[in-house]
């Protein structure tokens, strides 16, 4: 089974924070992705990354940065947590069989819970 | 623009009623369609993929259909239990990178 880790449940911080978020998949997908989601807004992607050392930009990128320097891990960092960016965090990679391809399955870690005081 | 849309956004059903969740989408040009998922303060759980190539997928209780000329999936549930009460979220791999989701349909099973 796919499987899907993110480094803590739940975290608490102080405005002004520099806080990291880490994501790790166990079965060598491509494509990572970060979202937060928030009642009544859905889930927004925050930033994906389509291979080691790439990067792209979704939604809502602004005060956040990503880094993968190895396959299996997806980091998010908030350079300096604002209140704002409460939330519940959730990380997904997908298995694929090509960039584009219907069998492209996204799996889900379990999510971390993000407040920031 | 792909806009993915659920409806109803709250479902309460009693134990034992076979049930249905809609979900719809603006562009018919999509891979697949991923039904999930979700209990609360949990992530989420893949339950169904549909490839654009199918009309229908099967699990368990569980049987997803797509019609991609109607921009529609509907994700039927049989024999409901309280144990199936969660938000089930679908979303859309269109022609892009990134899925696109809906907001959810908030089921509860009553005993």
């Known amino acids: 089974d796919v499987k899907v880790t993110q480094s803590s449940r739940y975290l608490v911080k102080r405005t002004g924070e520099k806080v990291f978020l880490e994501c790790v998949q166990d079965?060598?997908?491509?494509?990572m992705f970060w979202y937060r989601q928030d009642p009544g807004l859905g889930l927004r992607l925050i930033y994906f990354s389509y291979d080691v050392k790439m990067k792209e930009k979704g939604d809502i990128p602004e005060g956040y940065s990503v880094s993968r320097e190895k396959k299996e891990r997806f980091s998010l960092i908030l350079e300096s947590a604002s209140t704002n960016q409460t939330s519940m965090y959730l990380c997904?990679?997908?298995?694929?069989?090509?960039?584009?391809?219907?069998?492209?399955?996204?799996?889900f870690g379990p999510g971390t819970r993000l407040t920031v005081l | 623009k792909q806009e993915v849309t659920q409806i109803p956004a709250a479902l309460s059903v009693p134990e034992g009623e076979n049930l249905v969740l809609n979900c719809s989408f603006t562009?018919?040009?999509?891979?697949?369609l991923q039904w999930f998922r979700q209990d609360p303060g949990k992530g989420l759980t893949s339950l169904l993929l549909?490839?654009?190539?199918?009309r229908e997928q099967t699990s368990g209780r569980l049987n997803a259909s797509l019609d991609k000329s109607s921009g529609r999936s509907t994700l039927y549930i049989a024999a409901s239990q309280p144990g199936d009460s969660a938000t089930y979220l679908c979303?859309?791999?269109?022609?892009?990178?990134?899925?696109?989701f809906g907001e959810g349909t908030q089921l509860t099973v009553n005993p």
């Open positions: 562009d018919s040009a999509i891979y697949n």
């Open positions: 997904a990679s997908i298995r694929t069989s090509g960039y584009q391809s219907s069998y492209n399955e996204q799996f």
């Open positions: 079965m060598d997908h491509e494509n």
């Open positions: 979303a859309v791999y269109p022609s892009g990178s990134r899925l696109t």
């Open positions: 549909i490839q654009s190539s199918q």
